[in-house]
């Protein structure tokens, strides 16, 4: 069966430090990721989507970005973190781009301070 | 207007009471999902229909195309039952994506 594992689950960063979230899934070759973010109060934002290794399509333009250096492997990285970055972010996978049903991640709750 | 809305926004309820939550959408679509997200965060999907009715245990999700509608019920609700449930569509078109409702913030008192 397939898995999904995103971490770190939780973190607390200073405003301007680095930041990488790291998600992988297990079962399934060539899936089809996401990253999504959920600020409080608000519905999720899609923030990048990839149908293959080294494909990164960004949705909304901000001071993040992805990358997929491995099939199963889709990371989420800053440079400098805002206070705006504070929010909940999940990796998602489907079968199907945008009409397969979605496979969520645990979650990684960050707080820029 | 969000292309997706979810009604109502909160609601509370006794154990065993039957619950309808709804979503309406404004774009033509190829699939509508509902997820359930628990208070620690996790969203896990409970239906992904495109026509007619869904069940699953005490979930039942059902989608009218043709009023854009779709409505989530739960029967003889539990303390466990206690989330925010999601609607969300992938659209038709040139630029297929999936859009979000808000949620619905579900609370099953004992």
């Known amino acids: 069966s397939q898995t999904i594992h995103q971490w770190p689950a939780t973190l607390v960063q200073p405003v301007g430090s680095p930041l990488s979230l790291e998600c992988t899934v297990e079962?399934?070759?060539?899936?089809?990721l996401y990253w999504y973010r959920q600020a409080a109060g608000r519905g999720l934002q899609l923030l990048f989507y990839?149908?293959?290794?080294?494909?990164i399509s960004s949705e909304v333009p901000q001071n993040l970005s992805a990358s997929r250096p491995q099939d199963r492997q889709f990371i989420l990285s800053s440079k400098k973190l805002l206070l705006s970055d504070s929010g909940f972010y999940l990796c998602?996978?489907?079968?199907?781009?945008?009409?397969?049903?979605?496979?969520f991640g645990e979650g990684s709750r960050l707080t820029v301070l | 207007k969000n292309e997706v809305e979810q009604s109502p926004q909160n609601l509370t309820a006794q154990e065993g009471e039957f619950i309808t939550i709804n979503c309406s959408y404004s774009v033509g679509i190829s699939a509508l999902h509902w997820l359930q997200q628990h208070p620690g965060g996790g969203i896990v999907s409970l239906f992904m229909l495109s026509s007619g009715k869904k069940k699953h245990g005490r979930l039942i999700a059902t989608i009218n195309i043709q009023e854009k509608h779709s409505s989530l019920h739960i029967t003889a609700s539990h303390p466990r039952d206690s989330a925010v449930y999601i609607c969300?569509?992938?659209?038709?078109?040139?630029?297929?994506?999936?859009?979000f409702g808000k949620g619905t913030k579900l609370t099953v008192n004992p």
């Open positions: 079962g399934t070759s060539n899936p089809n």
């Open positions: 998602a996978w489907s079968f199907r781009f945008y009409t397969g049903e979605l496979f």
């Open positions: 969300a569509v992938s659209t038709q078109g040139g630029s297929e994506k999936l859009v």
């Open positions: 990839s149908v293959g290794i080294g494909q």
